[in-house]
C-alpha cells in the first residue's frame, strides 16, 4: 500500500475551485512537513507549496500564490491543498510528499528530503 495517499483530484472549468486532500494510515502527518508537488505535461515537477512540521508556516510557488491554500487538520491526519479561481496552466498529475521530521523543520526543502510519496491525483482544469 501507499504509505501516503491523495484524492480529490478531478476536471474542471476555468476559474472553479477543486480541494485535495492528502493523508497516511501508516504515520502521523503532525510529525511532518508536507508538500505538494505536480508535473504537468511536458514539463518538470514543481514545488506547488508547502506546510512545515516545525511552525505551521506555509510556501507557496509564485503562480499560485492568493490562489491556492495549504493546510492541515491534525485530528483527521490529513493535509489539504485547496485550489481556487484554476487555470488551464494548473492542469497536471499533484503528489502529496511527507517529510517525517524527528525535530521540527521548516520548509521549503528539497523534493529529495521527502521521505514518502502518493501515486498521484490527476487534475484537469479544460480550455
Known amino acids: 500500500q501507499m504509505q501516503v495517499e491523495e484524492s480529490g483530484g478531478g476536471s474542471v472549468q476555468p476559474g472553479g475551485s477543486l480541494t485535495l486532500s492528502c493523508t497516511s494510515s501508516?504515520?502521523?502527518?503532525?510529525?511532518?512537513?508536507i508538500a505538494w508537488f505536480r508535473q504537468a505535461p511536458g514539463k518538470e515537477r514543481e514545488g506547488v507549496a508547502c506546510?512545515?512540521?516545525?511552525?505551521?508556516?506555509?510556501k507557496f510557488e509564485d503562480s499560485v500564490k492568493g490562489r491556492f491554500t495549504i493546510s492541515r487538520d491534525n485530528a483527521k491526519n490529513t493535509a489539504y491543498l485547496q485550489m481556487n479561481r484554476l487555470r488551464p496552466e494548473d492542469t497536471a498529475v499533484y503528489y502529496c510528499?511527507?517529510?517525517?521530521?524527528?525535530?521540527?523543520?521548516?520548509?521549503?526543502?528539497?523534493?529529495?528530503?521527502?521521505?514518502?510519496w502518493g501515486q498521484g491525483v490527476q487534475v484537469t482544469v479544460s480550455s
Open positions: 510528499a511527507a517529510k517525517l521530521d524527528e525535530v521540527p523543520g521548516i520548509c521549503p526543502v528539497p523534493a529529495e528530503q521527502y521521505h514518502y
Open positions: 501508516v504515520f502521523n502527518l503532525v510529525y511532518s512537513t
Open positions: 506546510i512545515s512540521h516545525g511552525d505551521n508556516s506555509t
